[in-house]
């Protein structure tokens, strides 16, 4: 199944697609069968099978669905309960740009390397990112596979990494790299507002035949920048899964991005960094595309 968040006539919901281009409000199709179903996806996932199951019958018995032409669509949490849980260093070539563009010796990480962005940072589909150059002169991005957490779960084994998995969407983790490397870590450059362009939908496991196949591809105008397949990650997602659960209870809802491949802009000679007026799109095969105008700030 494939889900997505939207606002239609003004009031936000959430629903699952029929076909390529209508979705069904599942909210309003269970108010009419007399059915319950929570009041947004977030509430969906951690309501886990039994609401799944609610989901199911009403596709097989409900003509309520929109077409998306009707709707516009948000990110699929729009405000995730918690920080977006994000994996740095993830694919080889990625970590070897970046060595060479600092002309220094290339180094794998022995272990997942983890860092968040706030919940603030979230926005959806056509959604703008504004580059403010009083705060970042150097905005790059970064096109990866996101996990959405479907069973609660701490010290989960890897070999049961899986069963925790509700689904898979993608995220565009936007970074400030000059503040990135001022402060000396992570957080600072990956966290401004606006950042975490995500979505368009939430494709359930179940859909995903085998993950490692998955293709992740960006461009800059159409121009090619990124294009690898997940199965090159040197942390496989259940490994990531295994390491981040350790010790910390991850919670349906909860959102991991995996990494992001070699072709990013600021590793490209001479550095090429977003602008107002660009347009980034994001793909993942079996997944979905998605589009992020980066536009001028403008102080209110």
């Known amino acids: 199944m494939r889900f997505a968040s939207f606002v239609h006539d003004e009031k936000i919901g959430y629903g699952v697609f029929v076909t390529e281009d209508r979705i069904l409000d599942l909210p309003a199709a269970a108010r009419k069968a007399g059915l319950s179903l929570p009041a947004d996806l977030s509430g969906l996932i951690a309501a886990g099978a039994p609401a799944l199951a609610v989901v199911r019958d009403l596709l097989a018995q409900s ?12 990110a699929p949490i729009p ?26 010796e290339t180094k794998l990480p022995e272990a997942p390397q983890f860092f968040t962005k706030p919940p603030t940072a979230v926005i959806g589909p056509g959604e703008p990112f504004a580059v403010d150059p009083s705060v970042s002169a150097k905005i790059d991005y970064e096109v990866e596979l996101a996990l959405i957490i479907g069973k609660a779960g701490r010290d989960i084994p890897a070999d049961r990494a899986w069963n925790h998995v509700f689904g898979f969407t993608i995220l565009n983790d936007i970074t400030a790299r000059d503040l990135q490397r001022r402060h000396d870590q992570w957080f600072k450059g990956k966290g401004l507002d606006r950042s975490c362009p995500m979505g368009p939908f939430v494709v359930t496991r179940d859909e995903i035949a085998d993950p490692s196949a998955l293709e992740l591809s960006l461009t800059v105008n159409g121009e090619p920048r990124q294009r690898a397949l997940v199965g090159q990650m040197i942390f496989p997602i ?40 660009d347009e980034v799109v994001c793909e993942i095969s079996d997944i979905g595309r998605l589009v992020t ?8």
């Open 238 to 277: 259940p490994t990531i899964i295994a390491s981040l659960s350790a010790g910390l209870t991850l919670e349906p809802g909860d959102i991991i991005a995996t990494g992001t491949p070699s072709g990013v802009g600021y590793a490209m000679d001479p550095p090429r960094y977003l602008k107002a007026g």
């Open 293 to 300: 105008p980066i536009i001028a700030y403008e102080r209110p």
């Open 63 to 74: 003509s309520l669905s929109l077409p998306l032409s009707a709707v516009r669509l948000t």
């Open 79 to 104: 405000r995730p309960g918690k920080n977006v849980f994000c994996v740095g260093r993830n694919y080889l070539d990625h970590v070897a740009e970046g060595y060479r563009a600092r002309g220094t």
